[in-house]
């Protein structure tokens, strides 16, 4: 079965410094990968996906990532964090076998952002 | 294009008792998607439809069900309520395969 693992369940960086959120998946073949931003009281939104083009992927609000097969890993970055940054980020892997859509999500990492 | 929306926002129920939660999803989307969150647990799978068919399911107990409607509108239903299904639901609805999951706001259910 598939599972997604992020270390780390807080974060804290301080205002301008690099953001480094870890994620790695277990599966045999490359999954769909997702990272997920949730703010307070809100759903979550999409900040990027991987689905098997470039290994490097750009997302939203500065967010990137890039898939290492070798490493089974798909870490989101941002080279200079912002206050507005600060929530809980959820990475999630997905099967590619078209049967479904379920996502399997790592436990969260929480993003503190200090001035 | 006017995004996924759920209601209620807000439910307070008491033990025993059942709730109807509502999803529409992102017009053109067939696929609506289930999941629950909690702080011990996290984010969970429900169970997907598609087409008016389930495709998949969680490893829930039988009290949650839900279904959808030819207008790939969605609904889950839990009945019996515990104390332990209080939690955030949110659904999320999504092209039939591969693409990226748009998430509601969520229904915050509270079980008293």
């Known amino acids: 079965a598939q599972s997604v693992t992020q270390l780390g369940s807080h974060v804290s960086v301080s205002e301008g410094a690099l953001v480094l959120l870890r994620c790695n998946y277990s599966?045999?073949?490359?999954?769909?990968l997702f990272w997920y931003v949730q703010y307070p009281n809100q759903g979550l939104q999409l900040l990027l996906k991987?689905?098997?083009?470039?290994?490097l992927v750009k997302g939203i609000n500065g967010f990137e990532a890039e898939f290492k097969k070798s490493e089974t890993s798909f870490h989101l970055t941002k080279p200079s964090a912002h206050m507005s940054d600060a929530a809980e980020y959820f990475c999630?892997?997905?099967?590619?076998?078209?049967?479904?859509?379920?996502?399997?999500f790592g436990t969260g990492t929480l993003l503190a952002v200090q001035p | 294009k006017a995004g996924v929306t759920q209601t209620p926002r807000y439910l307070i129920k008491t033990r025993g008792q059942q709730v109807t939660l509502s999803c529409s999803p992102i017009?053109?989307?067939?696929?609506v998607s289930w999941y629950q969150q909690t702080p011990g647990q996290g984010l969970q799978f429900l169970f997907e439809?598609?087409?008016?068919?389930?495709?998949n399911k969680g490893n829930f107990p039988g009290r949650f069900s839900g279904r959808q409607f030819s207008n790939s509108r969605s609904e889950m239903n839990v009945s019996t309520l515990e104390l332990g299904d209080s939690a955030l639901y949110l659904c999320?609805?999504?092209?039939?395969?591969?693409?990226?999951?748009?998430f509601g706001p969520g229904t915050r259910l509270t079980v008293l």
């Open positions: 999320a609805s999504s092209l039939p395969s591969g693409g990226e999951q748009f």
């Open positions: 599966s045999s073949v490359p999954p769909y």
């Open positions: 991987y689905t098997s083009a470039a290994t």
């Open positions: 999630a892997v997905s099967d590619r076998d078209g049967a479904t859509n379920k996502l399997i």
């Open positions: 017009s053109g989307h067939r696929s």
């Open positions: 439809y598609f087409s008016e068919t389930q495709r």
